[in-house]
């Protein structure tokens, strides 16, 4: 088994000051488990401390990693150097930011202009049912959160938006349908209405023609296409 | 250049909220409940709230439902104290634990997505060091959302405040608070996206920033966890108490330190050495794996100590072994799914099938901004600051002492944040309330002494070297030699860090810009917990010294530790609160300084 590897960076960098954008190459060594952030902080500390790219909890809890790695979007804190070499079978990768807002500088994007399609979902309950009796909780049983329990942990990495052919203008996008969805489902929130008028608006679920590639990239392996077609069906309502 | 270090513009609120965490949330939902229409504002150093650190807490939650005969509030606290080993504020303690139950009503009304039992309530999981019968035997005390516990309170909160109009300013850092004559009126804060400096004046200013992991190499927090708000209160000459009180969650995931949660021994993980036997036994017999966490994370590190620990070929790092392979698939598929795949995902490992190296790794700072059990900011002399707060993982009430319960941090956000919220209401609403302008005068000086920098040093490996050093000197265990090396190079690497230029002198999105500006802050607080830890010649909780073995009443005290000027601690001591003991009645008893066996 190899211990490690003679790979090839290709990142897309943007200077805001100069307004510039060009590729620029990095030559590195790295042993077979490291993350792609651990290369990206390598090169800051080896070779140029400029590079910008994002991260915070680096294990595929947060969604602030995402990049596009030879065009698949992806979280570059799951991805290991090993993994990546079998999936794409090579030692040169081409990096590049996601495509769902705007640049602020090389790998990392204006993620507020990303979650304004999220926002416009009302991502929280609208009307909330009243419990059974003042101070309790609501009863859901196992079987109807399984229903919608997987749209629940969407972690907004926009992965699913990058890879939707159909997100970029119109569409609000995968993720933030998911968001709108799991309120229908969720039988604590009485606006379902509202909600519905989102979902089957001009920018919301019939803007996707099921191409699967959300649920292909999705790094939570959520079936997120499954959700977008059940909106489609108008099978999401809750008891 | 330098030009730029000029503040471009003032905004004006009623309460800024200096982190946008769980914490930071929980408050500012209740005051925008509360006060609908007010002006609140939440810096987040991350792209966005839902990328702030709490989304990563998976365990659970612990609290006492009043209704449940198997459990009261009183064993709650018990736990609590004696977790903390007697260092906790019994004032606190009681608010906290008597308060859970509400909080986790409000978020499950909300629409937190918390797992389910067969009736369709909610379900409750074991943790370490939460008993029934001052412990007598582990309890159902912890709710959870599967493991993305943190993330349902996040999404939650977020979604609340954003619903009632909060304003967040993301990737804004607070760089330096503004406090004169004991009053708090805002903040510097720089802009990163677009490298601009702006002063916030507000009422009411809220330090909610979270924890300082990135101190050491080995650790389970994000990589913005660099103890900002210990750091600018430091700065500010306020003091950080019990700094030395840093908790190891036994299991990080040998190599990137990742956290497999405590979980994994709730639901019957076992922890092997080399020779595959089942050390736990030796360490604590009656808990055994399910043991505070600062007992196995020495016991681990006896282990590997004495050479029955097995060396990892890839990271060249010693680690024992997790044993999951005897659970059921539910308990793989229902129960751990997400720290199993962590364990597929960094280590390519199958829980269900092989061993997994875990060993300790830094996760949690009991220690803090001092407060009061309303998060009143206290300085040096315990008086208030007017208008400031603190409160989740950078603050000190303290609810944890020197050891921290799994489940009992979230708690502490969602009640504390809750009770900050109640508390500076009327203060806002009251005269003395208004907003006051102080100059900030310290910022341009700090950032133009990075921008103008020369020589030959590397910001970024004296970072990567300081954080080793800690690792090494300043954890599991430590002596007076380690801690006196430790300040030693501290020192040095603060005036290094001054012979650093920077790659790039622009401001927006400058990540070397706020790596040296973070560098300083790490060197703060790492500089405050090795004193600290130096001082106190004794036994404690989390913070173990390997020549002092022992707990001894002659440190029954908190430790204050301010910083005249880098490298120069000054100790002083607080009283640790004792009403239940005081206050008589039944099993109070249990309240007194009583020894730490499971
Ligand atoms: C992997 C992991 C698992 C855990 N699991 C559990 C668990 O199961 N149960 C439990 O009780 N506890 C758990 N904990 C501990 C718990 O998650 C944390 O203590 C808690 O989330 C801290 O919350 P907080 O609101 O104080 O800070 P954070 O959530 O860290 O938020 C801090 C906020 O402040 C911002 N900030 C920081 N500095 C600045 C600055 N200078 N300017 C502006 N903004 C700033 C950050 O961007 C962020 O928004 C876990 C911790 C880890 C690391
Ligand atoms: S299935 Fe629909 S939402 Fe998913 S990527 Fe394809 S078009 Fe987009
Ligand atoms: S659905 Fe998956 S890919 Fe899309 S934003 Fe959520 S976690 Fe990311
Ligand atoms: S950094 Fe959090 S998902 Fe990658």
């Given at each position: 088994m190899k211990t490690s590897y003679d790979l090839t960076l290709n990142i897309r960098r943007y200077d805001p000051y100069q307004n510039r954008t060009w590729v620029q190459t990095y030559q590195l060594e790295a042993g077979r488990i490291m993350r792609f952030v651990d290369l990206f902080r390598k090169i800051n500390d080896e070779q140029d401390a400029t590079l910008a790219w994002g991260s915070s909890c680096?294990?595929?809890?947060?969604?602030?990693?995402?990049?596009?790695?030879?065009?698949?979007?992806?979280?570059?804190?799951?991805?290991?150097?090993?993994?990546?070499?079998?999936?794409?079978?090579?030692?040169?990768?081409?990096?590049?930011?996601?495509?769902?807002?705007?640049?602020?500088?090389?790998?990392?994007?204006?993620?507020?202009?990303?979650?304004?399609?999220?926002?416009?979902?009302?991502?929280?309950?609208i009307s909330p049912r009243q419990p059974a009796a003042d101070g309790e909780a609501h009863q859901i049983s196992p079987e109807e959160l399984d229903r919608y329990v997987d749209a629940t942990r969407c972690i907004n990495c926009f992965c699913c938006s990058a890879a939707c052919i159909a997100s970029h203008d119109t569409f609000l996008g995968p993720n933030a349908m998911l968001a709108a969805i799991v309120r229908v489902m969720d039988p604590r929130e009485d606006e379902k209405q509202q909600r519905l008028e989102t979902i089957y608006s001009e920018n919301g679920v019939y803007r996707c023609h099921s191409s699967q590639a959300c649920s292909f990239v999705c790094p939570k392996e959520i079936d997120v296409a499954h959700f977008m077609a059940l909106a489609k069906q108008g099978a999401i309502t809750s008891s | 250049m330098t030009a730029a270090l000029h503040i471009a513009a003032t905004l004006r609120c009623d309460v800024l909220i200096i982190g946008a965490g769980g914490a930071a949330l929980r408050c500012a939902a209740e005051v925008l409940e509360q006060m609908p229409g007010a002006s609140v504002y939440a810096l987040t150093k991350v792209s966005h709230p839902q990328k702030s650190h709490t989304s990563t807490a998976q365990g659970g939650l612990a609290a006492v439902d009043p209704r449940d005969p198997l459990d009261s509030t009183l064993f709650h606290m018990f736990d609590t104290w004696k977790g903390s080993d007697c260092t906790a504020d019994q004032n606190v303690v009681k608010l906290i634990c008597e308060s859970a139950w509400e909080q986790i009503l409000w978020l499950e009304n909300r629409g937190m997505h918390f797992s389910r039992d067969r009736e369709g309530r909610l379900s409750k999981r074991t943790f370490g060091g939460h008993t029934r019968n001052f412990g007598e035997a582990s309890v159902y005390r912890a709710v959870f959302e599967a493991d993305r516990t943190g993330k349902g309170i996040m999404d939650t909160s977020w979604g609340e405040t954003l619903k009632n109009g909060i304003r967040f300013f993301n990737q804004c850092i607070a760089v330096e608070l503004l406090i004169k004559d004991r009053r708090c009126g805002g903040c510097i804060a720089f802009k990163q996206k677009d490298g601009q400096f702006v002063k916030i004046l507000a009422k009411a200013t809220v330090i909610a920033t979270g924890g300082s992991g990135q101190v050491f190499r080995v650790t389970t927090n994000c990589r913005?966890?660099?103890?900002?708000?210990?750091?600018?209160?430091?700065?500010?000459?306020?003091?950080?108490?019990?700094?030395?009180?840093?908790?190891?969650?036994?299991?990080?995931?040998?190599?990137?330190?990742?956290l497999a949660s405590e979980t994994l021994r709730s639901v019957g993980g076992i922890l092997r050495n080399r020779d595959l036997e089942p050390f736990m036994v030796n360490y604590a017999p009656k808990m055994k794996e399910l043991a505070p966490r600062d007992l196995v994370a020495r016991a681990i590190e006896s282990e590997i100590r004495e050479g029955r620990g097995i060396v990892n070929p890839d990271h060249n790092i010693p680690h024992v072994w997790i044993d999951l392979r005897h659970l059921s698939d539910d308990v793989h598929e229902k129960q751990i799914p997400e720290v199993s795949s962590f364990f597929k995902r960094y280590v390519n490992l199958d829980t269900k099938k092989d061993l997994c190296p875990v060993r300790p790794s830094n996760h949690y700072h009991m220690g803090g901004i001092p407060t009061n059990a309303f998060g009143e900011v206290q300085d040096g002399d315990q008086q208030i600051i007017g208008g400031l707060y603190a409160v989740g993982e950078c603050a000190a009430a303290s609810f944890h002492g020197f050891n921290r319960l799994g489940t009992n941090s979230i708690l502490e956000l969602i009640t504390m944040g809750k009770l900050v919220a109640e508390r500076l209401i009327p203060y806002i609403k009251e005269e003395y309330g208004k907003h006051q302008d102080i100059a900030g005068d310290r910022f341009a000086a700090r950032f133009s002494t990075y921008m103008e920098a020369t020589g030959s040093e590397s910001v970024g490996l004296i970072r990567n070297a300081m954080r080793t050093m800690m690792t090494e000197k300043v954890s599991v265990f430590r002596t007076e030699k380690t801690m006196n090396e430790a300040i030693e190079d501290l020192a040095e690497s603060y005036e290094r860090a001054h012979r650093a230029p920077l790659a790039c002198r622009d401001l927006a999105m400058n990540q070397e810009l706020l790596n040296r500006w973070e560098l300083d802050n790490l060197l703060m607080v790492a500089m405050a917990i090795s004193q600290a830890a130096l001082h106190r010649k004794e036994s404690r909780g989390a913070h173990f010294r390997d020549d002092y073995p022992e707990r001894k009443d002659e440190f029954n005290y908190h430790t204050l530790a301010s910083m005249v000027s880098f490298p120069t601690v000054e100790i002083g001591r607080r009283e640790i609160d004792m009403s239940l003991f005081a206050a008589g009645g039944e099993h109070h008893e249990k309240f007194d300084y009583i020894e730490r066996k499971y």
């Amino acid at each position: 088994m190899k211990t490690s590897y003679d790979l090839t960076l290709n990142i897309r960098r943007y200077d805001p000051y100069q307004n510039r954008t060009w590729v620029q190459t990095y030559q590195l060594e790295a042993g077979r488990i490291m993350r792609f952030v651990d290369l990206f902080r390598k090169i800051n500390d080896e070779q140029d401390a400029t590079l910008a790219w994002g991260s915070s909890c680096e294990h595929g809890q947060c969604g602030s990693c995402s990049v596009r790695i030879n065009g698949k979007p992806m979280l570059a804190c799951e991805l290991l150097v090993e993994n990546a070499v079998n999936e794409f079978g090579s030692t040169t990768f081409f990096i590049e930011p996601l495509p769902v807002a705007s640049v602020v500088r090389d790998l990392v994007i204006d993620t507020d202009q990303a979650y304004a399609r999220i926002d416009q979902v009302k991502p929280y309950i609208i009307s909330p049912r009243q419990p059974a009796a003042d101070g309790e909780a609501h009863q859901i049983s196992p079987e109807e959160l399984d229903r919608y329990v997987d749209a629940t942990r969407c972690i907004n990495c926009f992965c699913c938006s990058a890879a939707c052919i159909a997100s970029h203008d119109t569409f609000l996008g995968p993720n933030a349908m998911l968001a709108a969805i799991v309120r229908v489902m969720d039988p604590r929130e009485d606006e379902k209405q509202q909600r519905l008028e989102t979902i089957y608006s001009e920018n919301g679920v019939y803007r996707c023609h099921s191409s699967q590639a959300c649920s292909f990239v999705c790094p939570k392996e959520i079936d997120v296409a499954h959700f977008m077609a059940l909106a489609k069906q108008g099978a999401i309502t809750s008891s | 250049m330098t030009a730029a270090l000029h503040i471009a513009a003032t905004l004006r609120c009623d309460v800024l909220i200096i982190g946008a965490g769980g914490a930071a949330l929980r408050c500012a939902a209740e005051v925008l409940e509360q006060m609908p229409g007010a002006s609140v504002y939440a810096l987040t150093k991350v792209s966005h709230p839902q990328k702030s650190h709490t989304s990563t807490a998976q365990g659970g939650l612990a609290a006492v439902d009043p209704r449940d005969p198997l459990d009261s509030t009183l064993f709650h606290m018990f736990d609590t104290w004696k977790g903390s080993d007697c260092t906790a504020d019994q004032n606190v303690v009681k608010l906290i634990c008597e308060s859970a139950w509400e909080q986790i009503l409000w978020l499950e009304n909300r629409g937190m997505h918390f797992s389910r039992d067969r009736e369709g309530r909610l379900s409750k999981r074991t943790f370490g060091g939460h008993t029934r019968n001052f412990g007598e035997a582990s309890v159902y005390r912890a709710v959870f959302e599967a493991d993305r516990t943190g993330k349902g309170i996040m999404d939650t909160s977020w979604g609340e405040t954003l619903k009632n109009g909060i304003r967040f300013f993301n990737q804004c850092i607070a760089v330096e608070l503004l406090i004169k004559d004991r009053r708090c009126g805002g903040c510097i804060a720089f802009k990163q996206k677009d490298g601009q400096f702006v002063k916030i004046l507000a009422k009411a200013t809220v330090i909610a920033t979270g924890g300082s992991g990135q101190v050491f190499r080995v650790t389970t927090n994000c990589r913005q966890n660099t103890g900002d708000g210990l750091a600018l209160a430091l700065q500010a000459g306020l003091p950080i108490m019990d700094p030395e009180a840093v908790q190891f969650h036994p299991t990080g995931i040998v190599g990137p330190g990742i956290l497999a949660s405590e979980t994994l021994r709730s639901v019957g993980g076992i922890l092997r050495n080399r020779d595959l036997e089942p050390f736990m036994v030796n360490y604590a017999p009656k808990m055994k794996e399910l043991a505070p966490r600062d007992l196995v994370a020495r016991a681990i590190e006896s282990e590997i100590r004495e050479g029955r620990g097995i060396v990892n070929p890839d990271h060249n790092i010693p680690h024992v072994w997790i044993d999951l392979r005897h659970l059921s698939d539910d308990v793989h598929e229902k129960q751990i799914p997400e720290v199993s795949s962590f364990f597929k995902r960094y280590v390519n490992l199958d829980t269900k099938k092989d061993l997994c190296p875990v060993r300790p790794s830094n996760h949690y700072h009991m220690g803090g901004i001092p407060t009061n059990a309303f998060g009143e900011v206290q300085d040096g002399d315990q008086q208030i600051i007017g208008g400031l707060y603190a409160v989740g993982e950078c603050a000190a009430a303290s609810f944890h002492g020197f050891n921290r319960l799994g489940t009992n941090s979230i708690l502490e956000l969602i009640t504390m944040g809750k009770l900050v919220a109640e508390r500076l209401i009327p203060y806002i609403k009251e005269e003395y309330g208004k907003h006051q302008d102080i100059a900030g005068d310290r910022f341009a000086a700090r950032f133009s002494t990075y921008m103008e920098a020369t020589g030959s040093e590397s910001v970024g490996l004296i970072r990567n070297a300081m954080r080793t050093m800690m690792t090494e000197k300043v954890s599991v265990f430590r002596t007076e030699k380690t801690m006196n090396e430790a300040i030693e190079d501290l020192a040095e690497s603060y005036e290094r860090a001054h012979r650093a230029p920077l790659a790039c002198r622009d401001l927006a999105m400058n990540q070397e810009l706020l790596n040296r500006w973070e560098l300083d802050n790490l060197l703060m607080v790492a500089m405050a917990i090795s004193q600290a830890a130096l001082h106190r010649k004794e036994s404690r909780g989390a913070h173990f010294r390997d020549d002092y073995p022992e707990r001894k009443d002659e440190f029954n005290y908190h430790t204050l530790a301010s910083m005249v000027s880098f490298p120069t601690v000054e100790i002083g001591r607080r009283e640790i609160d004792m009403s239940l003991f005081a206050a008589g009645g039944e099993h109070h008893e249990k309240f007194d300084y009583i020894e730490r066996k499971y």
